[in-house]
């Protein structure tokens, strides 16, 4: 199993990015895929899941109704559109496959991507 992330960026605060999570190795259309992140020093920190379907998504406090998680089945790809961007959203965003029940927990996911930097300049 492969994930790359991609599309992270230096970007003022109030600006927007799109993440990509490129998926192999795997029926990526069977799993259900979340985004966490990490900043220096901090633990890692849930910021999204999305159902294998689509059809079910979760946001972590900090970035609900500035970030939608959303997936293409077809190009085995998840994304994750990030607008309204804060200097402390700044941090390594990964992509995960999740295997267990627990969504916003890094325990319930298995294969993980090298990551992707986000960096939100005041």
């Known amino acids: 199993v492969q994930l790359q992330a991609s599309g992270g960026g230096l970007v003022q605060a109030g600006g927007s990015l799109r993440l990509s999570c490129a998926a192999s190795g795997l029926t990526f259309s069977t799993y259900s895929m979340g985004w966490f992140r990490q900043a220096p020093g901090k633990e890692r920190e849930f910021v999204a899941a999305i159902s294998w379907s689509g059809g079910t998504t979760y946001y972590g406090d900090s970035v609900k109704g500035r970030f939608t998680i959303s997936r293409d089945n077809p190009k085995n790809t998840v994304y994750l559109q990030m607008n309204s961007l804060k200097p402390e959203d700044t941090a390594l965003y990964y992509c995960?496959?999740?295997?267990?029940?627990?969504?916003?927990?890094?325990?319930?996911?298995?294969?993980w991507g090298r990551g992707t930097q986000v960096t939100v300049s005041s």
């Open positions: 995960a496959r999740k295997i267990g029940r627990v969504y916003d927990s890094s325990r319930a996911y298995d294969y």
